[in-house]
């Protein structure tokens, strides 16, 4: 019986490629691998071009306070930056620390509560009337509004921001869980109650392995999303981390200061999104290895 189920898993797991044409995607392998990245550096040198030309050549003194690209990089490498702030200083992973641990710690967070709810309002009718109604109420309210609330109800500062962070993330993550069991076809839950699979059954062989692709595109966008929540909580009610950094330096008149920090917040929220599609590319690649579709 458990390799009928097996099998129904399979094809569950599978139906998203084939909705692409069966054909694995290939961006990174012979020549496209050397287009794309000529492609993404031509974007990079044409942002800093622009931001150059931005600031020298047009007409506006908003632009003109802007620092140039060559002075943010000689601040950024110095090893006695102007500001306080560079590569060489330890203040700088002091706020790459603090803002690392509040973002993954909602993240972790909201994956412990938000994949299970979403996966049970998929699948449970009753529990998606249940809770549907009030997710879709919370999840419009700004991260910002949420700032005074949590900051009365939880002691000290690290609750506070990591709440207001959890919560974007978690809503990301709620909805795209749901939306993945949503997705998977009726056929392969009647055919599983056909086979006699227990509810366990149900949920190991046939509601994770059609929601993967769904939850994993989820985490990505809840990562990026409690990074950039995680700002705004840092900016309003921090002492440490790249938030409140930036706003610092914006209060100081430190402008190269704000860019290092966006440029930093970018690249470590760049890293950690990669880091969650490696892993979700490698966990459904074992998935399908280890029912006998991939060798």
């Given amino acids: 019986m458990s390799d009928e189920i097996q099998q129904i898993s399979c094809a569950v797991g599978v139906s998203d ?3 692409d044409g069966g054909a694995p995607r290939s961006g990174f392998m012979g020549g496209r691998f050397g287009e794309r990245f000529w492609l993404m550096m031509a974007g990079y040198v044409g942002f800093v071009v622009i931001w150059q030309l931005s600031v020298v050549y047009l007409p ?14 000689i601040e950024w490498f110095n090893p006695d930056p102007d500001y306080g702030i560079s590569v060489f200083t330890e203040d700088y992973y002091i706020h790459i620390f603090y803002s690392t641990y509040r973002a993954l710690t909602s993240f972790f967070l909201a994956c412990l509560l938000g994949i299970p709810l979403g996966i049970l309002m998929g699948w449970k009718l009753p529990v998606r009337q249940y809770a549907s109604a009030l997710i879709g109420i919370l999840r419009p309210i700004p991260p910002l509004a949420w700032v005074p609330l949590a900051i009365l109800v939880f002691p000290g500062v690290e609750p506070s921001v990591i709440f207001v962070t959890f919560l974007v993330a978690f809503f990301a993550t709620a909805i795209n869980s749901l939306l993945g069991v ?10 599983a109650e056909c086979l006699g699979a227990s509810p366990v059954d149900v949920l190991r062989d046939v509601v994770i392995p059609g929601a993967m692709p769904s939850i994993f595109t989820g985490l990505q966008i809840a990562m990026g999303a409690a990074w950039f929540s995680l700002v705004a909580g840092e900016m309003i009610a921090a002492q440490y981390g790249l938030g409140f950094l930036i706003w610092e330096a914006y209060n100081l008149v430190q402008y190269p200061t704000i860019i290092i920090g966006m440029a930093t917040l970018g690249i470590v929220g760049y890293a950690s999104s990669a880091a969650i599609r490696i892993v979700g590319n490698r966990l459904m690649r074992w998935r399908l290895e280890s029912i006998g579709v991939l060798k």
């Fill in 182 to 191: 949503r997705a998977i076809h009726e056929d392969y839950f009647r055919a």
């Fill in 17 to 19: 490629s084939a909705d």
């Fill in 60 to 73: 506006f003194d908003a632009f003109n306070r802007l620092p140039n690209p060559l002075e943010v990089v």
